[in-house]
């Protein structure tokens, strides 16, 4: 992953370039979130060059929203990719940020995207001070795509090795980004079947069932097989006292359950 960092008075603009995943996390965290403090009024996150985030690089993007809620600042993410839509969309936090595209968008990374904007990032120097401390499950999405640290990181035993990790880590990754680029173009056989591959690999990794159970919502004829997932995945969140994933398995529930009385 490349950042490039611009700032002017009261503006923020964090330009991402690659893959925005786990390993990349602590980095973009030391790098940008001490910069969001009371005199920030918008902080930009300019997506239009990232080819894949995972769920743990969505987990940052909610931690900037948090911290700049919380200095008053607004948050953008501008032009995001069409993988990272896709993901935002899945995932459904393409509703709680503001999403810019177009024009406008154009016209933001050319006022902000300037040599005499530029500031050097210190990843190595982190104001501890002023980052907010990140808990995996408190700043993760629910729905998340991919690897989750927190949920959904590869089952490994005890005599499983890094390399091993890594590699089923990349598998699921790949079956998950397949399924959402088949359920992008309505596939849903076929996304629904890169879930189950997945699962296959790790049975209770949540990210990939929490998306089959939102892809099996897709069809009416399907919603008894959502109602299953989601019962799973509200036993596994239990398990693991992940209330943000029981709120959301009871709430699909919730809903499900309205729908058929």
């Avoid at 890594?166 to 076929?190: I, P, Y």
Wanted: net charge negative.
């Amino acid at each position: 992953m490349d950042l490039e960092i611009y700032q002017t008075r009261g503006n923020l603009y964090f330009l991402l370039r690659g893959r925005v995943v786990l390993e990349e996390c602590d980095r973009l965290k030391n790098s940008c979130l001490h910069l969001i403090t009371r005199d920030s009024e918008q902080v930009t996150v300019d997506l239009s060059k990232v080819d894949f985030i995972d769920s743990a690089g969505l987990g940052v993007l909610v931690g900037f929203k948090m911290t700049a809620s919380k200095n008053k600042a607004r948050i953008v993410l501008l032009q995001p990719s069409r993988p990272v839509s896709d993901i935002l969309y899945i995932s459904k936090l393409d509703g709680i940020f503001d999403i810019v595209t177009g024009p406008d968008a154009e016209m933001l990374k050319a006022t902000m995207a300037q040599p005499a904007n530029r500031v050097v990032a210190k990843p190595d120097d982190p104001d501890e001070s002023s980052a907010p401390p990140t808990d995996a499950r408190e700043d993760r999405p629910p729905d998340n795509i991919s690897i989750d640290s927190s949920v959904g990181t590869p089952a490994a035993g005890p005599a499983t090795s890094e390399g091993e990790v890594s590699d089923l880590r990349e598998k699921l990754e790949e079956h998950c980004r397949l399924a959402v680029e088949h359920m992008r173009q309505g596939a849903h056989e076929q996304s629904v079947e890169q879930y189950r591959q997945a699962l296959e690999l790790d049975p209770q990794y949540l990210p990939a069932l929490n998306n089959l159970a939102i892809v099996y919502e897709k069809r009416p004829s399907w919603l008894p097989k959502a109602m299953e997932q989601w019962e799973l995945v509200l036993s596994i969140s239990q398990q693991r006292n992940d209330q943000k994933h029981v709120d959301r398995a009871q709430r699909h529930l919730a809903s499900l359950r309205k729908m058929q009385a």
